[in-house]
């Protein structure tokens, strides 16, 4: 049974700081991984997506791998109040057919002006 | 390039009817998923299609749901009969395959069953 962990919050962060958000997998073979921010009422909006060891950035985000942790993180920098949203940690395995996501339950980030 | 479209936006029920939701991906994406998603949770995977095959239907309740995407493109989701525990926001999302491959989500339906 693939499990993904996050801590469901709230994180309050105050404007223009690093928000830092965590994710842990149980599955060892999970390849691919993604983040995905959630405004209230609104549907999943794909932010990042990481697929090896190391660091990924894009903009204002940064996404972190460790395969051998088992772990992945977003970093928000200058974070600012349109940031406040549920943040949602994704992973599947690829190969096979079958790569439908398993998702975390989300950590609610607000972000204080 | 225009998005995932679902339809209807929102739907009411009573229990031990029937519903249907649809979809279409986003042009030339070949996978397509339905999710379930419950206040408070994270999306859950019903079902995925690659072209008009199922490859995954593992948590798909099917003494209740079907779901089929007959030419390869626009994909119906039925319920029938809905019960109280179905009530959710049901999304679907598409990707251009099986694989390495971002999936993007259509605006979701939001299903009460009363």
């Known amino acids: 049974q693939k499990e993904v962990e996050q801590n469901s919050g709230p994180l309050s962060v105050p404007e223009g700081a690093i928000a830092s958000l965590n994710c842990t997998y149980s599955d060892r073979v999970s390849q691919s991984f993604f983040w995905y921010r959630q405004y209230s009422g609104k549907s999943p909006e794909l932010i990042m997506s990481i697929y090896s060891n190391g660091d990924k950035e894009d903009g204002r985000f940064t996404a972190q791998l460790n395969k051998a942790s088992q772990y992945v993180s977003l970093l928000i920098r200058d974070s600012q109040p349109s940031d406040s949203a549920t943040y949602l940690c994704?992973?599947?395995?690829?190969?096979?057919?079958?790569?439908?996501?398993?998702f975390g339950k989300g950590t609610h980030l607000i972000i204080q002006p | 390039e225009a998005g995932v479209a679902q339809s209807p936006r929102y739907k009411i029920i009573e229990k031990r009817q029937s519903v249907a939701f649809w979809c279409n991906p986003i042009?030339?994406?070949?996978?397509l998923y339905w999710y379930q998603q419950i206040l408070g949770q994270g999306p859950k995977l019903l079902i995925q299609f690659q072209n008009n095959g199922v490859v995954d239907d593992s948590q798909l309740p099917k003494d209740r749901f079907s779901a089929e995407r007959l030419k390869g493109v626009d994909s119906t989701l039925k319920i029938q009969p809905a019960k109280l525990e179905d009530s959710a926001v049901y999304l679907c999302?598409?990707?251009?395959?099986?694989?390495?491959?971002?999936?993007?989500f259509g605006p979701g339906t939001r299903l009460t069953v009363t």
């Open positions: 994704a992973v599947n395995v690829i190969g096979g057919g079958a790569d439908g996501l398993t």
């Open positions: 042009s030339g994406h070949a996978t």
């Open positions: 999302a598409s990707s251009l395959g099986a694989g390495p491959y971002e999936q993007y």
